[in-house]
T-cell receptor, first 112, second 116 residues
Framework: SQQGEEDPQALSIQEGENATMNCSYK?????LQWYRQNSGRGLVHLIL?????REKHSGRLRVTLDTSKKSSSLLITASRAADTASYFC????????????FGAGTQVVVTP | GAVVSQHPSRVICKSGTSVKIECRSL??????MFWYRQFPKKSLMLMAT?????????EQGVEKDKFLINHASLTLSTLTVTSAHPEDSSFYIC????????????FGPGTRLTVL
């Protein structure tokens, strides 16, 4: 079953702008992961943030996690046309034996 | 990083035939592999968890007799769609996990199945 709810469902921005997307979930988690998927392709792992972490950076990506609100955000700074993709959050609930539960995803389009 | 391959990338078959999809971890040994299904513009739905040397664990609502999973080695898992029908047409993605249950999963590029 899907646990994550992502917001917005779609996002259209210009190159150079920042893109922010949010993910909410319902159960206690061990970690939360963000993935990118280009159209018709597999998923690329972006960042894993554990339940005891609040913020993590990787290049132009910044992920926050608020376990009290059961929410996470992914910020892409200075976006590029190559960032055009679908972005999914996936939680690993503490009782799931490591199974990922994916959100519905945010489709991001970056226009030059 | 860890690389996972899938074969074939695309397959078209006639209704009633069976199709086998392979998932391989190329540069690491994966004790656990996962099979997902994705409909157009939708999220991934976990179908089953595959552990090397043991029977796969299927998610609720997934027919184990229709979607046969074999995890014969630490680098190979196969998904066989038996007696395929048009409603089985979908994008199938596998992933492999290195190490403990809370570690990240590495995804294959996916297989597009079209059943005529």
């Amino acid at each position: 079953s899907q646990q994550g709810e992502e917001d917005p469902q779609a996002l259209s921005i210009q190159e150079g702008e920042n893109a922010t997307m949010n993910c909410s979930y319902k159960t206690s988690i061990n970690n939360l992961q963000w993935y990118r998927q280009n159209s018709g392709r597999g998923l690329v792992h972006l960042i894993l943030i554990r339940s005891n972490e609040r913020e993590k950076h990787s290049g132009r990506l910044r992920v926050t996690l608020d376990t009290s609100k059961k929410s996470s955000s992914l910020l892409i700074t200075a976006s590029r046309a190559a960032d055009t993709a679908s972005y999914f959050c996936a939680t690993v609930p503490t009782d799931s034996w490591g199974k990922l539960q994916f959100g519905a995803g945010t489709q991001v389009v970056v226009t030059p | 990083g860890a690389v996972v391959s899938q074969h074939p990338s695309r397959v078209i078959c006639k209704s009633g035939t069976s199709v086998k999809i392979e998932c391989r971890s190329l540069d690491f040994q994966a004790t656990t592999m996962f099979w997902y299904r994705q409909f157009p513009k939708k999220s991934l739905m976990l179908m089953a968890t595959s552990n090397e040397g043991s029977k796969a664990t299927y998610e609720q609502g997934v027919e184990k007799d229709k979607f046969l999973i074999n995890h014969a080695s630490l680098t190979l898992s196969t998904l066989t769609v038996t007696s395929a029908h048009p409603e089985d047409s979908s994008f199938y993605i596998c992933s492999a996990r290195l190490g403990g249950r809370y570690n990240e999963q590495f995804f294959g590029p996916g297989t597009r199945l079209t059943v005529l």
